[in-house]
């Protein structure tokens, strides 16, 4: 699956070439999750207890990708990290997507086990992440080891996403290897920040051709939009907000897509409606008779 | 706009006659540049002169206000394309379009709706700011025209496919001073008259670029200056480049004729209101100052005032909240605390997920100049003998009962320096991804 190689702000076709299309990944976990919003429960609560079922589902939703998250590692301690890896193959798996594998967010965890991951799918190319940077050297070395891609990640920072695109590189990170994830946030919660950073990654690379900064953008939104009140509170605890279902789907929707615009070139979303609706919004943004040319 | 303080200086009489307030004319133009002093200050500057700085200093996009004095929406005065260069100056108006196919019960049902949605956030109260009323049907403009004033203070646009009903309608509105929509090539000359004479914007239609330009410099010599531009388009993708194309010519190229703010129907692409809201979400990024609705179902309204208020605040100020003491979930003298610092996207995150924990937590936000924690940290702004200073003033002590204090997981290494400095507290480490938060505090509360 291609990402990225445009030569222009997503959606603006007429400023240049385009020639992938945004993906639309779906992030599901490899454990039940127990902060998930009443209104992801009722879509994946029968299947989340299974991951592989979970997997199966999502590609049965139309999804272009996954997203797998495995934090079964941050919430059982007990875990053990090769199970743990060899569960995240096998969901990769029965999904038949491609993939993004990113660890449990715990620092020392994760830099246990995603070389044990990358070692499980090797030869599946998958996107590894998070390589942080105080993380990314043994991340990094683990996927060129394993044929992957790589997620760098940065807490929301211009210069910072730079610097550690520079350090990947230094570590041998070939450049058509590297995502940038800078952090994004829900509308109405500082959105107007993940905005401007991601519209200035992306001008950093098409205006000022830093090639340093030319690489894809992913935008982690579903778990940004679900966790915010907007989409998690009942109607009897929001009134006069509508429903929570519409709420919590355009939440998701609205972010995605201005981040889209702002230069996301993948985005990560948790309920299928929100991608079913950013899908018609990008078909219809792209659809272009040429009388404004 | 960008006109330095030399080249204004060049313009001024250079008497340093000191009647403008300022000791030279050099200061006085530097004030000027600044925007901090206005051209009127000076009484001896000639008419072509305040004209032509007048002109320059200008934003490249006209500044167009709509609706009655007491409830003015002012639009444009944009002068960039990307926020962070500047910012984004007048907010977009979200505008409930309502036409004369609704029955009576709809058209209250609605217009009520419109009226009850006002939301608070950071401060600020949100809505929805203008009505549009279609028809061609004069007595039916002015019915509702007078059933919207009786019941909100909204502006107005009035739509109408026929000018001569668009025309009796504004004569019997200009007191509101409607926008009016709209003029096409065809009609141009049947409307704009009307509009100057009645002092009423209008909206200049036009289904390209060229058609576009051409009304636009037709308004300037008819010397209206209250103008709206609606590029016609045939599918949403074609209405993001006209938005774009349009204002990068007004921005960049400073084609004075497309410096105009723009409206975009988005309710026209699609009857599903979901997708309608995701399509106006993008024309109210790129540059739509009038974003046409008809839908008024609040799930579609908020998320579209929380963008659109998020865009249009100001980058160049820090984006910090207050510092304090924040009790969250109703509080007592045994609930947790936390510290976190008042960098506004930290405070909302921790905030946001301690209210979904929905447990009672004492939420202590520090000032360090609206930095991160790992970025105050760095700093030296969020470190032991700061944050202990400010625990011992915060008057967190009178509230709670128990001694201990939750610091995030990143800054852990400064647990035991803390713990010395703030004598009577104990000091626990907590998570570093706000998102653990919840999990966190459920299993503190198991352990006390």
């Known amino acids: 699956m291609p990402i990225g190689g445009g030569q222009a702000f997503p959606l603006h076709f007429f400023d240049g070439a385009l020639p992938t299309p945004i993906r639309i990944c779906y992030e599901i976990w490899d454990c039940s999750p127990d902060d998930w919003s009443a209104e992801l429960e009722a879509v994946y609560g029968h299947v989340w207890h299974d991951p592989v079922s979970w997997a199966r589902e999502v590609a049965g939703h139309g999804a272009e990708a996954l997203y797998l998250r495995l934090k079964r590692a941050a ?72 044929g992957h891609a790589v997620i760098a990640y940065t807490p929301m920072d211009v210069s910072l996403a730079k610097q550690l695109n520079v350090l990947l590189a230094q570590a041998g990170m070939p450049e058509g290897d590297i995502i940038m994830d800078p952090t994004c946030s829900a509308v109405g919660y ?14 950093a690379a098409l205006a000022q051709n830093d090639t340093r900064m030319q690489a894809p953008l992913i935008a982690n939104v579903g778990q940004e939009t679900w966790q915010v009140k907007e989409s998690r509170a009942s109607e009897d605890d929001l009134p006069g907000h509508g429903e929570r279902l519409a709420r919590g789907v355009l939440w998701e929707t609205v972010t995605a897509l201005n981040l889209v615009l702002a230069g996301a070139d993948v985005v990560v979303i948790r309920h299928p409606e929100s991608a079913r609706l950013l899908r018609s919004a990008m078909i219809g943004l792209s659809e272009r008779t040429g009388a404004w040319d | 706009m960008g006109l330095s303080g030399l080249q204004i200086f060049k313009q001024l009489p250079k008497t340093n006659c000191k009647d403008c307030g300022y ?31 007048g002109e320059i200093a200008s934003a490249p996009v006209r500044r167009v206000e709509i609706g009655p004095a007491d409830a003015r929406v002012v639009l444009g005065e944009e002068s960039v394309l990307y926020r ?40 600020e109260l949100l809505r929805p700011r203008l009505i549009a009323l279609e028809s061609t049907n004069l007595d039916w403009l002015l019915r509702r025209a007078a059933d919207v004033a009786e019941r909100s203070d909204a502006g107005m646009v009035l739509i109408s496919e026929d000018p001569r009903v668009l025309v009796a309608a504004a004569v019997h509105l200009k007191d509101r001073r409607p926008l009016l929509c709209g003029a096409d090539l065809k009609t141009f000359d049947q409307l704009a008259p009307a509009a100057k004479e009645l002092d009423c914007p209008l909206v200049l239609r036009g289904a390209n670029l060229r058609e576009l330009e051409d009304l636009g410099l037709k308004a300037l010599d008819a010397g209206l200056q209250q103008a709206v531009l609606e590029p016609v388009a045939a599918s949403p993708g074609d209405l993001l480049q006209a938005h774009v194309y349009i204002r990068r010519a007004a921005v960049r190229d400073k084609v004075k004729a497309l410096g105009l703010p723009l409206i975009s129907f988005p309710c026209r692409f699609s009857v599903d209101p979901l997708l309608q809201t995701a399509l106006a979400s993008a024309f109210l990024a790129k540059y739509s100052s009038v974003v046409v ?59 946001g997920e301690i209210e979904n924990s929905k447990i009672p937590v004492w939420l202590l936000v520090m000032d360090v100049e609206g930095q991160s924690v790992l970025t105050a940290w760095a700093a030296g702004k969020f470190v032991a003998d700061t944050i ?61």
């Open chain 2, 293 to 351: 609705l008809d839908t008024i179902d609040p799930a579609h309204i908020l998320p579209l005032l929380a963008l659109t208020q998020g865009l249009y605040s100001d980058p160049q100020k820090p984006m910090m909240v207050e510092a304090g003491i924040y009790p969250l979930c109703d509080p007592g003298p045994d609930s947790p605390v936390l510290i976190t610092t008042n960098f506004s996207l930290t405070y909302y995150t921790v905030m």
């Open chain 1, 190 to 203: 500082s959105f107007e920040y993940a905005y401007t950073v991601f519209e200035r990654n992306r001008l």
């Open chain 1, 75 to 146: 919430m059982e301690p007990s875990a053990d990290l090769t199970d743990v890896a060899t569960d995240a193959r096998r969901i990769v798996e029965a999904s038949g997507l491609p993939a993004f594998v990113v660890g449990c967010g715990e620092p020392d965890v994760d830099s246990a086990l995603l070389p044990l991951v990358a070692g499980e799918l090797a030869g599946r190319r998958v996107a590894l992440g998070n390589a942080e940077s105080d993380t990314y050297h043994g991340i990094a070395a683990a996927a060129a080891g394993g």
């Open chain 2, 388 to 448: 202990a200073q400010f625990v011992k003033k915060s008057g967190i002590e009178d509230r709670v009962s128990h001694r201990r204090l939750v610091i995030p997981g990143y800054v852990a290494g400064m647990r035991a320096d803390l713990e010395s400095e703030l004598i009577d507290w104990e000091v626990v480490v907590g998570v570093r991804e706000a998102a653990d938060i919840p999990r966190f505090l459920r299993a503190l509360g198991r352990e006390s």
């Open chain 2, 23 to 53: 000791s030279t004319c050099m200061a006085f133009a530097l004030q000027l540049a600044t925007g901090k002093a206005g051209l009127g200050a000076c009484p001896h500057l000639s008419p072509s002169v305040v004209e032509l700085l």
């Open chain 2, 84 to 123: 962070h260069e500047k910012r984004f100056e007048h907010p977009a108006a979200l505008t409930l379009l309502l036409t004369d196919s609704l029955g009576d019960a709809e058209f209250f049902t609605r217009l009520n709706a419109f009226a009850g949605q006002r939301f608070e956030r950071v401060g």
